[in-house]
Protein backbone atom coordinates (compact mmCIF):
# COMPACT_ATOMS: atom_id res chain seq x y z
CA UNK A 1 0.00 0.00 0.00
CA UNK A 2 1.07 3.68 0.06
CA UNK A 3 0.15 6.43 2.06
CA UNK A 4 0.17 9.89 0.99
CA UNK A 5 -0.19 13.01 2.72
CA UNK A 6 -0.69 16.61 1.24
CA UNK A 7 0.08 19.43 2.85
CA UNK A 8 1.06 23.21 2.17
CA UNK A 9 -3.08 24.62 0.93
CA UNK A 10 -4.36 27.72 2.50
CA UNK A 11 -5.63 31.05 1.95
CA UNK A 12 -4.06 33.09 -0.74
CA UNK A 13 -4.69 36.24 -2.55
CA UNK A 14 -5.55 36.05 -6.81
CA UNK A 15 -2.11 36.46 -8.35
CA UNK A 16 -0.34 34.56 -5.45
CA UNK A 17 1.42 31.52 -5.04
CA UNK A 18 1.75 27.97 -3.24
CA UNK A 19 3.87 24.72 -3.09
CA UNK A 20 1.97 22.21 -2.21
CA UNK A 21 3.80 19.00 -1.25
CA UNK A 22 2.68 15.18 -0.70
CA UNK A 23 4.60 12.94 1.74
CA UNK A 24 4.66 9.25 0.27
CA UNK A 25 5.32 6.15 2.34
CA UNK A 26 4.61 2.34 2.47
CA UNK A 27 5.78 1.11 -1.19
CA UNK A 28 8.53 2.47 -2.94
CA UNK A 29 8.12 6.15 -4.53
CA UNK A 30 10.68 6.07 -6.41
CA UNK A 31 9.00 3.71 -9.56
CA UNK A 32 5.67 5.39 -9.18
CA UNK A 33 4.22 8.45 -11.43
CA UNK A 34 2.73 10.77 -9.36
CA UNK A 35 -0.07 12.91 -9.93
CA UNK A 36 -1.99 15.45 -8.73
CA UNK A 37 -6.11 16.35 -8.79
CA UNK A 38 -8.48 19.09 -7.83
CA UNK A 39 -12.13 18.48 -6.61
CA UNK A 40 -14.85 20.82 -5.73
CA UNK A 41 -18.15 19.39 -4.28
CA UNK A 42 -20.72 17.89 -7.04
CA UNK A 43 -17.57 17.42 -9.63
CA UNK A 44 -15.58 15.03 -10.88
CA UNK A 45 -12.01 15.04 -9.58
CA UNK A 46 -10.02 17.41 -12.67
CA UNK A 47 -6.32 16.66 -13.56
CA UNK A 48 -3.70 19.19 -12.89
CA UNK A 49 -0.17 17.67 -13.36
CA UNK A 50 1.36 14.32 -13.34
CA UNK A 51 5.34 13.50 -12.89
CA UNK A 52 7.19 10.30 -14.24
CA UNK A 53 9.45 8.49 -11.87
CA UNK A 54 12.49 10.21 -12.69
CA UNK A 55 11.49 13.21 -13.65
CA UNK A 56 12.08 13.42 -16.95
CA UNK A 57 8.24 13.55 -18.22
CA UNK A 58 5.70 15.98 -17.06
CA UNK A 59 2.08 16.85 -17.86
CA UNK A 60 -0.48 19.70 -17.31
CA UNK A 61 -3.67 20.72 -17.77
CA UNK A 62 -4.02 23.53 -19.84
CA UNK A 63 -5.70 25.42 -17.23
CA UNK A 64 -2.44 25.12 -14.88
CA UNK A 65 -0.14 25.23 -18.34
CA UNK A 66 2.68 28.17 -17.62
CA UNK A 67 1.51 28.61 -13.76
CA UNK A 68 2.16 25.14 -12.73
CA UNK A 69 5.00 23.27 -11.88
CA UNK A 70 5.37 19.42 -10.58
CA UNK A 71 8.25 18.10 -9.59
CA UNK A 72 9.74 15.27 -7.08
CA UNK A 73 12.57 14.30 -4.90
CA UNK A 74 12.52 10.71 -4.60
CA UNK A 75 15.35 11.12 -1.89
CA UNK A 76 12.49 12.59 0.02
CA UNK A 77 9.31 10.43 -1.12
CA UNK A 78 8.28 13.77 -1.79
CA UNK A 79 5.85 15.39 -4.63
CA UNK A 80 5.28 19.42 -5.10
CA UNK A 81 3.04 21.31 -6.83
CA UNK A 82 3.79 25.04 -7.43
CA UNK A 83 1.03 27.19 -8.81
CA UNK A 84 1.31 30.59 -9.32
CA UNK A 85 -0.48 33.38 -10.88
CA UNK A 86 -3.57 31.74 -8.40
CA UNK A 87 -7.22 32.34 -9.38
CA UNK A 88 -10.31 32.49 -7.24
CA UNK A 89 -11.22 29.33 -10.25
CA UNK A 90 -7.90 27.61 -8.92
CA UNK A 91 -10.30 27.07 -5.07
CA UNK A 92 -10.31 23.62 -4.62
CA UNK A 93 -9.12 20.37 -2.53
CA UNK A 94 -5.78 19.49 -4.23
CA UNK A 95 -5.26 15.62 -3.73
CA UNK A 96 -2.13 13.88 -4.79
CA UNK A 97 -2.24 10.10 -6.39
CA UNK A 98 0.09 7.22 -7.07
CA UNK A 99 -0.08 5.11 -9.58
CA UNK A 100 1.89 1.61 -9.14
CA UNK A 101 1.33 -0.55 -12.49
CA UNK A 102 3.35 1.52 -14.95
CA UNK A 103 5.20 4.56 -15.38
CA UNK A 104 3.51 6.18 -17.89
CA UNK A 105 1.88 9.53 -17.36
CA UNK A 106 -2.52 9.95 -17.20
CA UNK A 107 -4.81 12.48 -17.58
CA UNK A 108 -7.44 10.88 -15.77
CA UNK A 109 -8.65 10.01 -11.83
CA UNK A 110 -8.94 6.30 -12.33
CA UNK A 111 -5.61 5.48 -13.62
CA UNK A 112 -4.39 6.09 -9.77
CA UNK A 113 -4.33 3.45 -7.07
CA UNK A 114 -4.04 6.03 -4.03
CA UNK A 115 -5.01 9.26 -3.32
CA UNK A 116 -4.07 11.28 -0.18
CA UNK A 117 -6.86 13.13 1.68
CA UNK A 118 -6.37 16.26 0.26
CA UNK A 119 -4.99 19.99 1.36
CA UNK A 120 -8.03 22.85 0.42
CA UNK A 121 -6.36 25.32 -1.29
CA UNK A 122 -8.71 28.80 -1.45
CA UNK A 123 -7.76 31.70 -3.67
CA UNK A 124 -9.48 34.89 -2.76
CA UNK A 125 -10.54 37.70 -5.57
Known amino acids: QVQLVES ?22 STNTMGWFRQNPGKEREFVAAISWNSLRTSYADSMKGRCTISRDNAKNTVYLQINSLKPEDTAVYYCA ?17 WGQGTQVTVSS
Open 98 to 114: ARLVDGLLYNHSVAYDY
Open 8 to 29: GGGLVQAGGSLRLSCAASGRTF
